[in-house]
């Protein structure tokens, strides 16, 4: 444990020195801000107002840019490690294999959570000064569902960095895996439902696998119970999971596929060369 | 009995053969210079003795395999690497880390440190990575010197050592000679030639030279040197300034110290210049 917790600090202090780092929080950071700027707390579009208005949209932006910014950032900086010669010599020390990826993955949850909820958190305060009325059962949701998709992320980065053996390669491949999983939102799905013709409940079941679908299902169920916004397909759901059931399987689905994924990763890791 | 054994080790990258059957015993007490050209197979040797690579054959040191026993083998090995890892992280943390894992005392490091003259508590808060790679490698031969180790693996470890650095260096490793195996991997012999007592060469991924030396050259010893000229030569004083040493007014006479290992490495420098050579004086002091 204490190897764990020795690795998982060194990786916290290396990514806290990173460009990537100071990039990706401006990046949430920035969202914030330009919500705030652009007035949107007042705006009163498609019946949210106020926090609950900005915090919807915000969750938005974070399903489209943290997995690939989580993608992105772990692969590049875990093959790019390997490749710079920091496995060599980290790994010639005496910490175990498994305290060393752990390690590491507890320490880059830590970096890739953290500027994502002090941003939205930073909202909260901003709310609670102006006097807005805080929706502190979303809040604690989203803050759930942000650590439940940044897990599962982090675990698929993992899992490609050992299976990559370049940083180029386990970049090129982060991407595929963010848009496969992007177009599987909508588009593919859609057009697979129109020409293929197949029974809704399939379509709908590719969509639960697919975190991001999950994610923002999830996010809409908070704001709305009945899921109109998302049509037919709001039966299959709710019938099958109910509302509480959904809202758990958002939290629990990505952190076992994550987990699942990081493991694998593990697996492979362990049994490879190393540097 | 050997400490270290690698018996018919292989080691294959794609259709590359890299290792070719390795078969080498290396007792306590040795300190074998791995030499070879680029490409020869230390690094992957070194490499697969980390338990880094998974190799065919039998690699064990003190009776255990280093992939399966990684943190009992690891836990008595000093590794320097020959190119500084490029990490951010503070130098004081990097301490605290290497010390973390290998339950020595940090202070250790440090002491280490300062006989290499870097005081590294004055950088603890500086980037590794933003150091010089004097300083990196000062540090690195620190965490791997300031532990109870019984294997020192160094990959090229003096080359971007100051003199004095290196006769500091020296003098750590003598203590640790009688106690400890030693690889020290190299592209060339004379730079490790008086630190060894056994030369390991490799080529294209077998060990074409394995013998022992005479080691009668003290790791600890000292050299004045005095070095004469037939005239100034901008150039020399600029080779034999980075020795540390001092030159008359009119650029004629040089003197200074050599560590005994070096003597080698240092006859290398004047030979670049052995035209402008009037007398060499060599001669070894009693403080060594």
């Not at chain 1, 299976?163 to 909508?186: C, E, K, N, Q, Y």
């Not at chain 2, 630190?195 to 074409?208: S, Y």
């Not at chain 2, 005479?214 to 150039?235: F, H, I, K, W």
Request: glycine share 10%; hydrophobic share 50%; net charge neutral.
């Amino acid at each position: 444990m204490k190897h764990l917790m020795l690795t998982a600090v060194a990786d916290i202090s290396e990514s806290l020195r990173s460009r990537w780092f100071l990039i990706y929080t401006l990046v949430f950071g920035g969202v914030v801000v330009a919500l705030f700027i652009s007035g949107l707390t007042e705006s009163r579009i498609m019946g949210f107002t106020g926090l609950s208005r900005l915090l919807v949209t915000y969750l938005q932006i974070t399903m489209a840019i943290l997995p690939l910014f989580v993608l992105i950032t772990t692969v590049r900086s875990v093959a790019g490690d390997r490749e710079a010669g920091i496995f060599e010599y980290m790994l010639s020390l005496p910490v175990s294999l498994a305290s060393w990826f752990w390690g590491k993955l507890l320490g880059r949850f830590f970096v890739v959570f953290l500027p994502v909820v002090l941003a939205m958190f930073g909202a909260v305060a901003w709310g609670m000064i102006k006097g807005v009325e805080i929706p502190w059962n979303q809040v604690t949701l989203y803050t759930l569902f942000l650590i439940s998709l940044a897990w599962c992320f982090l675990g698929i980065g993992m899992f490609i960095s050992t299976l990559a053996r370049s940083s180029d390669v386990a970049t090129g491949a982060a991407f595929i895996v963010w848009l496969f999983l992007l177009l599987f939102l909508d588009l593919i799905l859609l057009g697979a439902l129109i020409r293929e013709g197949l029974p809704p409940a399939t379509i709908i079941g590719i969509a639960l696998a697919n975190p991001l679908q999950v994610f923002r299902t999830g996010a809409m169920l908070l704001f709305d119970p009945q899921l109109v916004m998302l049509g037919p397909a709001a039966y299959v759901i709710l019938d099958n999971f109910g509302e509480k059931g959904y809202l758990a399987w958002t939290i629990l689905y990505p952190l076992i596929l994550g987990t699942l994924f990081a493991w694998l990763g593990y697996r492979l890791f362990r049994k490879g060369d190393l540097p | 009995m050997s400490m270290i054994q690698f018996q018919q080790v292989t080691k294959k990258f794609r259709r590359h053969q890299v290792l070719k059957g390795i078969d080498l015993e290396i007792a306590r007490g040795d300190r074998v210079a791995l030499v070879g050209s680029n490409g020869a197979g230390k690094t992957t040797l070194i490499r697969c003795l980390l338990g880094e690579y998974n190799c065919g054959g039998k690699v064990e040191v003190d009776g255990l395999e280093p992939r399966r026993h990684r943190t009992e083998v690891l836990r008595h090995v000093g590794f320097v690497p020959q190119i500084s890892p490029p990490l951010k992280m503070p130098v004081g943390q990097l301490i605290a880390f290497a010390a973390g894992v290998c339950d020595s005392d940090p202070e250790r490091m440090y002491g280490v440190s300062e006989r290499l003259g870097l005081d590294a508590r004055a950088i603890r808060h500086q980037p590794f990575n933003k150091l010089s790679g004097g300083m990196k490698q000062k540090l690195l031969i620190s965490i791997a010197l300031g532990r109870d180790c019984r294997l020192l693996v160094l990959d090229e470890p003096a080359a971007n050592l100051d003199p004095e650095a290196r006769h500091g260096f020296f003098n750590l490793l003598a203590e640790k000679k009688d106690k400890a195996a030693m690889i020290i991997s190299s592209h060339r012999l004379d730079e490790v030639a008086s630190l060894v007592n056994r030369v390991v060469e490799m080529d294209q991924g077998q060990i074409i030279l394995n013998d022992h030396v005479a080691d009668d050259v003290a790791m600890t010893s000292l050299l004045r040197a005095r070095v004469e000229l037939v005239r100034p030569s901008e150039a020399f004083a600029h080779s034999i300034g980075d020795w540390g040493f001092e030159g008359s007014d009119d650029g004629l006479v040089w003197e200074g110290q050599v560590a005994g290992p070096d003597r080698l490495r240092f006859l290398g420098v004047l030979s670049r210049y052995a035209a402008l050579l009037r007398g060499i004086q060599l001669r070894e002091t009693a403080d060594g």
